[in-house]
């Protein structure tokens, strides 16, 4: 007598296991979690100088960063174009004579940095300069 193989309805079920997919997905996603936040790029280009001068650390100078695609940054954090004049009237009220650095990126039009520079002088600060990178 032959015997014949099971069917595939009677006693075998094709049934798909979504447990170790679900385990790879969790993992991916607490991966991209983690990565994201570091490939903020905000590396900027300072153009070169032959002189520079050192920055004073007391009291501590503001910084102001004009990057590549001509976003704003205070210190490292992001500054929407139109709050940086009512930023910096606080700022400046409550001390007038901080030191603010403007490092613009070296591929930006210098009308870019320009029209920061002014905004800050319509804020009243009086201690404006330019950072550069030291040419060796």
């Not at 790879?24 to 002189?51: D, G, S, Y």
């Not at 695609?69 to 001390?95: S, Y």
């Amino acid at each position: 007598m032959k015997k014949h193989p099971p069917r595939l309805g009677s006693s075998l079920k094709a049934e798909l296991n979504v447990t170790p997919l679900v385990d790879v997905v969790l993992v991916l996603l607490i991966i991209f979690m983690v990565v994201t936040p570091m490939l903020k790029n905000t590396a900027v280009e300072l153009p070169r100088a032959h002189t520079v001068e050192k920055v004073r650390q007391a009291p501590a100078p503001i910084s102001i960063t004009v990057t590549v695609d001509k976003a704003l940054l205070l210190g490292a954090e992001p500054l929407p174009p139109e709050q940086l004049l009512p930023v910096m009237q606080r700022v400046l009220a409550a001390n007038p004579n901080v030191e603010i650095y403007v490092k613009g990126d070296k591929r930006l039009k210098f009308k870019d940095v320009k029209t920061v520079l002014d905004r800050l002088q319509q804020a009243g600060a009086k201690r404006l300069a330019l950072a550069a990178a030291e040419e060796k």
